[in-house]
């Protein structure tokens, strides 16, 4: 049976007659009853129906929406056009927006594409947006205004690609993260970053997209967020990962510009953030990048020969977070740097003295991971002692985070059933390269499950299944967030996660395995 977010309903009523002079509205409305209950009719719509409803001898498609608290008429159209129904997922995120276009009535995806948020220019970190908007009635605006034109860009993009255009997109779903929605409804997302971190909105729910300025006839879906840095996105992807519906231990994981963790199962639901991403993402790097086109995604060194592999198989401009974790991984294996992520000078012709980026009038080694004879820049791509350091920290991070939750539990990792890796650094991340350097425990690892994009596929299946309403809500009631900066012994665990891979080299038994393989191998 249809479970859709949006329905299309193909009636063939009785015309009026002397006998029942009974008005179009009515008559449409009594037919759905059966199945909808009360739905409403808007006065757009009401103003269609003459002489339409007579044209089209009361043979009608109308198209319905779910606002929230009940089903809703958004158009009357002649003729039976059921056969044609649309809907849009939304991953709304700081950085990128990804939108796909769905064919409600199979569930093909027509289309998938994205864009760069043109928050971007108000600042590359959303610390510096919510700074811009704040005590500023036309600055918080102006960013609502060029958000609703990111959505709209998208939308004009989708077009292009898949021919179906925006008003045929009965409904939108949208995850995004709690600052996110806040730009987007146009409200102040200061009170997201001050104590005591209480959003104006954790829960909108259902709102015209004309409203916020979105170029659709419909509502759009905003998932709810359970804490300030624990936003809607992440709720989305929890629907798709369905955690709480397993009576096992899980744990999901999306690494961006935050880290966002939740553990637990049917019972109970413990969560936590972070910051994370301008590392993951590439962002301490003089050459770091997006896992975009020229990205360094893959890194191997065989034989004391360091080996890319670019996104898009050009030459390289940079390096992502993927590639970062690869390089520090054989870095790590074949004695390029020690426990501690030190360069060992000498070690490869590859490991040169550069100058700081930050100090020109001092110098660090660096590995060069693209000369630049074969960069496109023409310049020396490098990864500097720096660069290792930051990333060494924020790999403790992650780590810590997935302790603390799973040791809250009174449990060890070894009781996990699954890790569900999310968003885009998880999505191209090589889980044996995680491992190794101490970013995830040593587990076996048909425990990982790389579900990409999660929050999009939690908006989409929104769009295919009313009832995910229903389980983003139950996860709601389930969640207990934890703020890790209260956790007395977190600092401490994270010095003790500033190893590679850590610092009791038994709990990582595959990593030793790999060094003491090497060594006899004589590669390191």
Known sequence: MQNTISRKIYLELLPPTEEDARGDRERILEQLAPEYGEVS?????????????????????????????????????????????????????????????????????????????????????????????????????????????????????????????????????????????????????????????????????????????????????????????????????????????????SVFIDIGTNGELVAGNSEFLLAGAGAAGPALEGGISLYGMRADTGAVDRVRIEEGRLKIHTIGEGRPRGICGSGIVDLLAELFLNGWVDSLGRLNEGVSKRIITVKNHLDEEQTEPAVCYAWASESEQGADLVFTQHDITEFMRTKAAAHTMVSYLIESFGLEASDVKHFYLAGAFGRYLNIESAVTIGMYPDLPRDKFVMIGNASLKGAYGLLMDCSVLAAAQRILKKITYVQFGNAGDFVEKMHAAQFLPYTDLAQYPSVKKKLEERKQCGFC
């Not at 044209?55 to 039976?80: C, H, K």
């Not at 898949?162 to 409804?185: D, K, Q, R, S, V």
């Not at 104006?200 to 419909?218: C, D, K, S, T, Y």
Request: hydrophobic share 40%; net charge negative; glycine share 10%.
């Open 41 to 249: 009719m808007p006065l757009s719509v009401l103003r269609t129906l003459y002489p339409m409803c007579r044209d089209a001898g009361y043979r009608l498609t109308v198209t319905l929406v779910f606002n929230g608290s009940g089903w809703e008429i958004l158009r009357v159209e002649p003729g039976d056009t059921s056969y044609q129904l649309y809907g849009a997922a939304v991953d709304y995120g700081s950085t990128t927006l990804v939108m796909q276009v769905v064919d409600l009535l199979t569930g093909k995806v027509l289309t998938e594409q994205s864009i760069f948020n043109r928050q971007i220019p108000y600042g590359e970190e959303i610390l510096s947006r919510i700074f811009y908007t704040k005590d500023d009635p036309e600055h918080l605006k102006e960013l609502q205004q060029v958000t609703a034109d990111s959505f709209n860009e998208l939308i004009e993009k989708c077009e292009k690609a898949c021919g179906i255009p925006g008003e045929a997109y009965t409904a939108m779903t949208i995850g995004g993260n709690t600052t996110m929605i806040h730009f987007l409804l146009g409200l102040y997302p200061w009170p997201i970053f001050e104590t005591p971190y209480a959003p104006v909105a954790e829960n909108p729910g259902f709102l015209r997209a004309q409203e916020l300025g979105i170029h659709l006839p419909g509502y759009v879906y905003l998932f709810p967020a359970a804490a300030n840095y624990l936003g809607g996105d992440i709720i989305s992807g929890l629907t798709a990962a369905k955690l709480d519906e397993s009576e096992e231990l």
